[in-house]
């Protein structure tokens, strides 16, 4: 019986294999933490840095799209001490599982704005008679009266709307590190001084720019909050994957418990529709689950007794009853979170880049925005601070900051959606590059599961006899060929069954020896040599025989998973060029690359020459992915630039992967690819147009051709621009 049916599916296997993979015991322990109130790349250079200041902390990472920063540090150290770092850099850390509500910030940044846009309207109107009136027309106590109506309208939206900005100016400047909000802060209190001080002594006020620039910003912010969020939705979705509660069973006593509670073990129902609580063994029952979560394939799952339930797959058959095998944080689902969050926390170049860039960025307009003042001061003093504003809100490098991260989370969890696990963020940024795909062949190129090719009969007992006779033989043996045979008849009673490793197997049927294996093994009890057959094409083949007489042969092969050629006609429209390297038999890898149209194809190949053969093409100027399954592709899987690991794969060779194809179809490669250089130009067109924004519209704010409202809008609308650009990666192409 094939051991896939007994154990569940090939990539429940492979994750519960990296799961139970013995090893040594880490040196150093990863902690995760749920960052709140940072909002650009300076909040993220911020809280590194006190993360790395920390003793113990050997390194520190943050996704200011996901707002997660994930910590290296020495085993033993104290979770409180990393948010107490945090907390020292103005901002709040917390546990992933403890975070508040996502939708409670949302709901407090949809009141700041709605109160925003109520003030910002009620002060428009008390200013439109300042406007339309001539100079000198409208009376000074009625113009000081709209003033002071103006004034208690903008206090409210400066203290409950505008808060964030100010705790975020202020966890800036008390770092020294400043961020995007400290020039906007300095507008803000530059403006407010400013009409304060002309609301009693006469002049000109500015409490709709204020108004309106608080607005604008707080419902950008609302909107790329909400766009960001969709950008990691499909990660974030695997919590919610859960049930509520689980029914677990004690003997007969049914109980409803927290999911949390489950232990390895425990016994639990799953009724029709409901989602498996924990990984689990099905006890009793058969039914269908669908694992789509995981693989991306909506085609249900046959599950029977002691196949492997996923949590958070759905039961799409009879309610059935299954033994806990893994919870909580051991869990298959867990792992594969982990492994998102561990991609989210590597940053490729796109986006160091933008992280070196913002700080500095920010000096710079400060720098800018205070010439622009001066000169004005000197020019037209009454348009200096105006200009001043206009330049300091028009160039906050929000989209600078955001043109990476948001791209690169988007990107990643659009291939999780399609069943490819990225486990390395930098994987997105080569795997963009790659002009090379390296394949190893059994179990990757092909099913890696035997069939039966040929079978030729040499005595008089039947092709069905024969069949039965072998199966019976072969039933307690591990290997491919066994499962083929096992597979293909209905064994008969054997006794005094055992095994010759490397010869075969005997056992008696019906009182007479048989045998099953190599010809020197079969032909000691056959008393003759091995009949002529049909020429040897390198295919696997045992020979069956009995006392005195010669029986069968059946003769095997490994065939090419059905989408292989299509994934390899993906590949070349993409550039990519396709090699096999196998450690089969010459002739074996030839009739597969053969079948398959591949021209490049390396046989007999141990683990050190896959390694000196990519090392190679690496050296030659190639950007190589390696493909691999097994423990013999992990050195090459190693020195490629990406590491692909096919999902059924062996735990170690997963280890080394950049990305893990849990989606069972070969065709997820090519399309990783294509979306890997959609994401590559997207990061691009969002860099091109942060800097763009800023190259046309600083000049225009020094030049005094826009008002410090303008600056606002442009400001809250060029970070949401690029947020909603990296929005596109989830639409599949047509």
Known sequence: MDDSCCHGSPVVRALAAAHDAPGPAPAQDES???????????????????????????????????????????????????????????????????????????????????????????????????????????????????????????????????????????RGLRSGHPGMDVPVALGLVAAFAASLANTFQGGAVYYDAITMFVFFLSFARLLEARALAATIDATEALARLLPRRAVRYAGNVREEVDCAALQPGDRVGIGTGEAAPADCALDEGRTEFNEAWITGESAPVAKRFGDVLLAGSVNLGAPVRARVLRSGEDQTLALVRKLVDRAAAHKPRWALLADRI????????????????????????????????????????????????????????????????????????????????????????????????????FGDESRERCSAIAAALEQAMPHPVAHALVGAAVPVGVTQLSASPGAGVEAFVEGVRHRIGTAPWCGAIAGSSVPTFDADDGSPMVLLAREGAWLARFRFDDTPRPEAAEALRGLDALGCRATLLSGDRGVVVARVARSLGIGDAYAEASPHDKLRIVTGFVAAGDTVAMVGDGVNDAPPLAAAHVAIAIGQGAALAQSQADLVLLNPSLTAIPAAIELARRTRR?????????????????????????????????????????????????????
């Not at 826009?706 to 990296?726: C, D, E, F, R």
């Open 32 to 170: 995760v933490l749920e960052i709140e109130g940072a909002t650009c790349g300076a909040c993220v250079s911020r809280i590194e840095a006190a993360l790395l200041a920390v003793p113990g902390v050997a390194g520190a990472t943050m996704n200011l799209a996901s707002r997660r920063a994930r910590v290296r540090h020495a085993s033993g150290l104290p979770r409180e001490g990393l948010e107490a770092a945090v907390a020292a850099a103005g901002y709040r850390a917390a546990d992933p599982r403890d975070a508040i509500d996502p939708r409670e910030p949302q709901r407090v940044a949809l009141w700041r704005t709605g109160l925003a846009g109520f003030a910002m309207m009620q002060v428009m109107m008390l200013a439109f008679p300042a406007y339309v009136a001539d100079e000198g027309t409208l009376a000074w106590d009625l113009e000081r009266l709209l003033a002071l109506a103006s004034l208690v309208l903008t206090m409210p939206v400066l203290a409950f709307s505008a808060a964030p900005i100010w705790a975020a100016a202020w």
């Open 358 to 457: 913002a700080p500095g960025f920010v000096a710079a307009v400060l720098l800018v925005a205070a010439a622009a003042g001066l000169a004005w001061l000197a020019i037209d003093p009454a348009r200096a601070l105006p200009v001043a504003m206009a330049v300091l809100v028009v160039s906050c490098p929000c989209a600078l900051s955001l043109a990476a991260p948001a791209a690169l989370t988007a990107g990643a969890s659009a291939l999780a959606a399609r069943g490819v696990l990225v486990t390395r963020g930098t994987a997105l940024e080569t795997l963009a590059a790659v002009d090379r795909v390296v394949f190893d062949k059994t179990g990757t190129l092909t099913t890696g599961r035997f069939r039966i090719a040929g079978f030729e009969r």
């Open 682 to 734: 997207i990061v691009a067109q969002n860099l091109a147009w942060a800097v763009a924004y800023n190259a046309l519209t600083v000049p225009l704010a020094v030049s005094g051709l826009l008002v410090p409202w303008m600056a606002s809008l442009g400001m809250s609308l060029s970070s949401l621009l690029v947020v909603l650009n990296a929005l596109r990666l989830a639409r599949r192409p047509a």
